[in-house]
């Protein structure tokens, strides 16, 4: 039973398991490295590009263009692009022009009756064994009871409302400041150091008022401690 449990953790979060290899972007490093972070519906669809309707910071309504998700082998989106579709973003700057973060579909989310589902491959598998309720219990049953339908693809994730994902992302944002140690790298993958922009009470503060923001920190904290360890 242990070695159908370790199998299964292989084949979910370990690069090594396919010829492929790929580690997708956590959750907690979206937040603190995307260059703009933005949700709301998709007006206008081209080739190449798509451009969303937002709120921006001052409150008023902007537009953005943004390049479409080219999927990689084993990933793709829930749908085609179409006009009316609500997205949530991680973005980054490409060439001059905002693309979204991560190689896989990790920085585009689907808005569902006003809901967000984040795939548990966001989180470290520590974080995923403790939501499970330990290692014995991520198992395929618990996985089945965690997977929610978006758009045409079934997602093993954590669903939130909107308005608390949104708020618990900017408020991370806020709290920590992620420095990379290499230039051109990701904070899932490569050693990292990272810094509280706030006092340590205020931070509590907001980690008492967030389930989510305390995950993404104690995400943080073990892709330091794992990222950084010497070969």
């Known amino acids: 039973m242990r070695l159908a449990f370790t199998l299964l953790f292989l084949s979910l979060f370990s690069p090594k398991i396919n010829a492929q290899q790929y580690i997708a972007t956590k959750l907690f490093d979206m937040a603190t490295t995307a260059e703009?972070?933005?949700?709301?519906?998709?007006?206008?669809?081209?080739?190449?590009f798509f451009f969303i309707d937002y709120v921006n910071e001052r409150g008023k309504h902007d537009k953005i263009k943004v390049a479409k998700y080219i999927s990689r082998t084993n990933a793709y989106r829930w749908d085609k692009y179409e006009v009316g579709q609500r997205v949530f973003l991680f973005l980054k700057r490409v060439n001059g022009e905002y693309a979204i973060m991560s190689a896989g579909e990790e920085g585009e989310l689907a808005i569902f009756r006003d809901s967000v589902v984040v795939d548990m491959k966001?989180?470290?598998?520590?974080?995923?064994?403790?939501?499970?309720?330990?290692?014995?219990?991520l198992n395929q049953d618990y996985r089945n009871k965690q997977s929610f339908m978006v758009g045409n693809k079934k997602v093993f994730g954590l669903r939130f409302p909107v308005r608390y994902f949104y708020k618990s992302i900017m408020d991370f944002r806020d709290c920590?400041?992620?420095?990379?140690?290499?230039?051109?790298?990701s904070a899932s993958t490569t050693c990292f150091n990272f810094f509280d922009r706030y006092s340590r009470d205020k931070i509590n503060g907001y980690k008492k008022k967030s389930l989510l923001l305390k995950l993404m920190y104690n995400d943080m904290e073990e892709a330091?401690?794992?990222?950084c360890k010497q070969p």
């Open 36 to 48: 703009k972070i933005v949700h709301g519906t998709i007006v206008k669809v081209e080739e190449k």
């Open 122 to 137: 966001c989180f470290t598998l520590k974080t995923n064994q403790n939501l499970a309720g330990g290692a014995a219990n």
């Open 224 to 227: 330091q401690k794992t990222n």
């Open 176 to 185: 920590y400041q992620v420095i990379l140690k290499k230039p051109n790298t």
